[in-house]
């Protein structure tokens, strides 16, 4: 494996019945990068995220991690090796807080002290040190998404876009070298998303974070991606620079009858 890359994924397959969702499928990350997987609806991209992060086993294929394969391991095993991602659906606890949610985020640091003890260990033993490295941990991550309104807010009183942001906190909290994100701008305005993008950024450059993105928003994946993958019925069209995966035949093509998906003035 070439050491540049700190992920890749080889001749990844999934199919379900009749349907071959993921066909074929392969790229190389860059660690430091953000690479992005586009596609139409359906195209298979989330199943490729479901593959990696040990929601589903593929058929075939290789999905290596600093040179070892992930296939076969179960989705804690795979965050604790250190890929986290968000769902295109929010999954957060909405009877709790925006801290509590990102709290749950540590859990895989965190000792059997904090866990167990809660509020009721010693000042000072161990396990209140831990938990006040927590808290501090989280606490920066609250800056660095603008949370402090929603800090201590349950989640499901949130506005959809800042209920977004949140699960981005939750995933962020596990400190992860690889984070994925699926399709983090929808249902955010345009306001909302362009802090986004500033967000992502900032995790990519202060926080040395490597992103992998599935985005509908095409002004966005223009801004804001080193590399593309463009996919179409579960299969790879081509892979490459912004500006030529743009402007790909094919890639045009898979989306004809959109709403104008490259329109940049959107
Ligand atoms: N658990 C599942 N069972 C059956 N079919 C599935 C399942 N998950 C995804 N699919 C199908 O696989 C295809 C790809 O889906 P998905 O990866 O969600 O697409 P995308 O994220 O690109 O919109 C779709 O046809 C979808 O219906
Ligand atoms: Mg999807």
Redesign the pocket.
Known sequence: MNSNHLFSVEKLRLS??G?T??DNVGFQVEKGIIFSII????????????CISGL?KPDAGNILFKGENMVGLKPHQIARKGIARTF?NIELFSRMTTMENLMLGRHIHMGAGVWSGATFFRRGSKAAREEIEHRERVERIIDLLDLQAARNQFVGGLPYGTQKLVELGRALALEPELLLL??PSAGMNSEEKQDLVFWIKDIQDELEMTVLL?EHDMKMIMDISDRILA?NF?KPITEGLPKAVQSHPEVLKAYLGEDEPFDKSA
């Open positions: 379900f019945g349907l969702a993921v596609g139409p609806n359906g195209a298979g991209k989330t199943t490729i995220f479901n589903y295109q699926d399709e599935i996919i579960g």
